[in-house]
């Protein structure tokens, strides 16, 4: 059925060829908001495959690839939704890399891409929610859901021999998707949750919040929230009250801000988020660092990722029309096929004009299951001498 589908395909390239001239993909993330500070990197690394494939002059017969941006603001689904729109009614986006934050990325789903039968896939929205939304096929996501991450944060205490934690989440679809996760893997698994308190975010004062998660107790602090806001209220008022000294970060927590914020205060802590020791994983790190950014951050692979399978898979189809393509990023995503890797994007380009199968591994070691979502893989950190680093991988 693959072969078959790519022989029509190369029907469907020839006349299509000019629609493609110039393919337009929005890339809306949270520009501003709680995770201002790890969305740049993760910009540029959907913009970096983006021209990577414009140099190839190989995509739909020559091809530009021109990204539009928006701001999802992460939290803001009205903003985000806006955002969207014009995306799609008046910049004319062929698909959208993101959005970034679950809840934001829902709203946009539902009220825009699904509308308009636009294509989208996030590098970072992780929800257990997004897994049975109503998509007509038209979303995809290069990270895995928190119900992965969910058995990861347990398996992590436990090695630690971590068997009773307190547990915050930011409130809203990330944060009590993730939290819900964690605590039925935890105590399936024998833990203890203390606690499951919400946080809002953008307060100045989240002493009520941490006297409640002390009073509960716990031997670490789950902190399931945002690293530029009240994630690191909670640490920040936590530490400052003795309540508590080693946390646990998710994903949304992850970036270096928490050195710069805290440095040695948060010795001992640890946590985890999306990545892979795959060769992909360092070739992507070397084309980022040439490309004058850092690929280490949070989903930046695996926005490299997302943008390039929305252009492999417009190569499949031979055209740039989500309602052709979107039932080929899983063929270009999976096995059997050539193995394609980061600042390879014009092989497989190639390849697949010449109607051959590829299997797109990039920079996160894609591979998509179910609907349409990451399989997950983890890098494990610790905080030591006042910096994080990857100590393992799972």
Known sequence: MKKLLLATSAVAMMAGTAHAEDV??????GFTGPLESITPAMGAGAELAMAEVTASGALLDGATVTS??????????????????????????????????????????????????????????????????????????????????GVIITEILQDRGVSEVALTYTNNDYGKGLADAFQAAFEEAGGTVTISAAHEDGKADYSAE???????????????????QGGSGIIRSSL????????????????????DNFGSELDGSFGAYPGTDNAGAGMYVELAEAAGFDGTGAFSPESYDAAALI???MQAAGSAD???????????ANAPGVEIMPGELAK????????????YVGAS?????????????????????????????R
């Open 24 to 29: 337009k993909i929005g890339v809306i993330l």
């Open 68 to 149: 539009v941006r928006g701001d999802s603001t992460c939290i803001d689904a009205g903003a985000a939704t806006a955002a969207a729109e014009r995306l799609v009614t008046s910049d004319e986006v062929d698909a959208i890399m993101g959005a970034d934050c679950s809840g934001v990325t829902g709203a946009i789903l539902q009220n825009v891409a699904r509308p308009n039968g636009v294509a989208m896939i996030s590098p970072s929205a992780t929800s257990p929610g997004l897994s049975t939304a109503d998509d007509d096929d038209l979303f995809f996501r290069t990270a895995p859901s928190d119900a992965r991450q």
């Open 210 to 228: 941490v006297g409640a998660l002390a009073s509960a107790g716990g031997e670490v602090l789950v902190v399931a929230g945002y690293v530029d």
């Open 240 to 259: 400052d009250s003795g309540a508590f000294d080693t946390f646990y970060l998710p994903d949304g927590m992850v970036g270096a801000v928490l050195n």
């Open 311 to 313: 252009m492999l898979a």
């Open 322 to 332: 989500s309602a052709d393509f979107k039932d080929h990023v899983f063929d270009v």
């Open 348 to 359: 497989g380009l190639e390849l697949l004009a010449a109607g051959e199968d590829i299997d």
């Open 365 to 393: 070691a894609v591979e998509l299951i179910g609907p349409g979502e990451s399989a997950g893989n983890y890098q494990e950190i610790e905080f030591a001498d006042g910096v994080y680093s990857t100590i393992n991988y």
